[in-house]
């Protein structure tokens, strides 16, 4: 038989009107622990994260575009073939879409949409014959798409280029967007117009460039919730680009390193690639093996960008700053795969960092 807890008087489990009768008695205070002492390290990289965060909120997306660029649009009537030819001769990775009916903004086209386009139309080839006629207009239809092979879609999400940089941010990291349209207003129609599409690189250089406290984040990535470590998707060259495709649409990402049997990092297989190869509607060519889809890749591609747990983030706006960076794969001292660290993970970062659980539950 159980024994039941004793109960010493003054302290019952319930307050009892006799309770307040009785003396109280005063117990001496524990002296409360000394709180460690901010490293000077901490305090540097506490106060970079503040004044980057202050920069974001006092500049405007408009800030961010160079006085010339570039803008391509397209119209919801276009076949989605042509619109992947159009991408291809621009080098560009997506583009918004113009709605002529309504005279609005009715979205953004990435490479996920064709990855998502052929996901579907392998696991159900009856549906083959009629990707040719798809158009822009029928995207809407995405979601359903989106639905039948497993996947979570990315929310189409536009800001006002007069709003806050630092709301465009917290704006991307929800929607898990990579890129954001910006839309305006024009004054005299009072309509909609497309202005320009920021980018999380376009954000991060701009910061790297224009705020010199990135200087005071000496903390290595070992020391910081940092990157993904665990659980990652990788491929050999000897996979074919079917599978990749799977991997990259059923995981979300844009791109997955390529290792050999002893997990050393030889290169990286991006959505990109994918799209490069269905150019010219030879859809056979998806069965390539990844070495075989790398032999076709054009002559300016960068080349990919690594850093070790032991690099600092000044470092990595260092080479942002320099050059066109999306990711950095993680490796150790023998190349060997050990983490990714995306343009998500160091806008997450720099703008959620110490801010508390309220405002990361935002």
């Known amino acids: 038989m159980a024994s039941l807890p004793v109960i010493h008087p003054g302290h019952e489990g319930f307050v009892r009107p006799s309770s307040y009768l009785r003396p109280h008695v005063l117990f001496q205070s524990q002296p409360m622990p000394h709180a460690e002492p901010e490293s000077a390290i901490e305090r540097d990289q506490r106060v970079g994260l503040q004044k980057i ?4 909120k006092i500049r405007t997306s408009y800030d961010v575009l160079p006085l010339s660029f570039r803008l391509i649009i397209f119209d919801t009537r276009l076949f989605i073939k042509k619109s992947l030819n159009i991408l291809l001769q621009n080098g560009i990775v997506s583009a918004p879409l113009w709605d ?30 009629s990707v040719e006629l798809f158009r822009l207009s029928s995207l809407p239809a995405m979601q359903d798409i989106e639905k039948a092979i497993g996947v979570q879609p990315l929310e189409t999400v536009s800001i006002n280029p007069q709003r806050p940089l630092y709301e465009a941010c917290r704006r991307m990291l929800e929607s898990r967007a990579r890129r954001m349209p910006l839309v305006d207003v024009d004054d005299e129609t009072k309509r909609a117009m497309v202005v320009s599409v920021v980018t999380q690189y376009r954000i991060l250089k701009f910061v790297a460039v224009n705020v010199w406290e990135t ?4 903390k290595p990535l070992k020391h910081l919730n940092l990157g993904t470590y665990k659980n990652l998707v990788t491929t050999s060259m000897e996979t074919s680009v079917f599978s990749v495709i799977h991997q990259l649409v059923n995981n979300s990402v844009s791109s997955v390193p390529i290792v050999n049997s002893d997990g050393v990092v030889t290169n990286v297989f991006e959505a990109v690639d994918v799209i490069s190869l269905i150019r010219d509607g030879n859809y056979d060519d998806l069965n390539l093996s990844v070495g075989e889809a790398l032999q076709r890749r054009n002559d300016d591609f960068p080349g990919i960008y690594t850093c070790s747990i032991d690099d600092r983030l000044d470092t990595i706006f260092d080479t942002i700053r320099k050059s066109r960076v999306h990711r950095l794969i993680v490796i150790d001292e023998v190349n060997r795969l050990v983490g990714m660290l995306t343009l998500s993970d160091i806008l997450e970062y720099i703008l959620l960092e110490g801010e508390g659980d309220d405002t990361k539950a935002e």
């Open 53 to 56: 965060r202050d920069f974001l």
């Open 100 to 129: 002529s009916k309504t005279s609005s903004f009715a979205g953004l086209l990435t490479t996920s949409d064709y990855l998502n386009l052929i996901q579907f139309y392998w696991q159900h080839p009856e549906h083959a014959d």
């Open 215 to 218: 200087q005071l984040l000496r």
